[in-house]
């Protein structure tokens, strides 16, 4: 499984996790901080499971792009 989170609160807004990975992430329109698209939140942790590892490459540029470093990546 990969394993994607999102510790939203501390979201900025820069968009760059966006412009590194549309295809999970996007701006919220109401509150201007990213979303992890089809993520499932515990306590501010939003979670995304996912077993294509082929979405781990645009994950990590988009947690690496991450001036807050609030984006994670795991494989099991
Ligand atoms: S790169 Fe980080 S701080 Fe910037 S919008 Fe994405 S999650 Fe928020």
Redesign the pocket.
């Given at each position: 499984m990969v394993i994607i989170t999102?510790q939203r609160g501390k979201?900025?807004?820069?968009?760059?996790?966006?412009e590194m990975d549309p295809v999970h992430?996007q701006?919220s329109k109401k509150d201007g901080?990213?979303v992890l698209i089809h993520s499932v939140n515990a306590k501010g942790f939003f979670t995304l499971k996912s077993p294509n590892h082929g979405i781990v490459e645009s994950c990590e540029l988009?947690a690496k792009?991450?001036?807050?470093k609030?984006?994670t990546v795991k494989e099991t």
């Open positions: 999102l979201c900025i807004g820069c968009n760059y996790c966006v992430f701006m901080k990213s988009a792009a991450c001036p807050v609030i984006i």
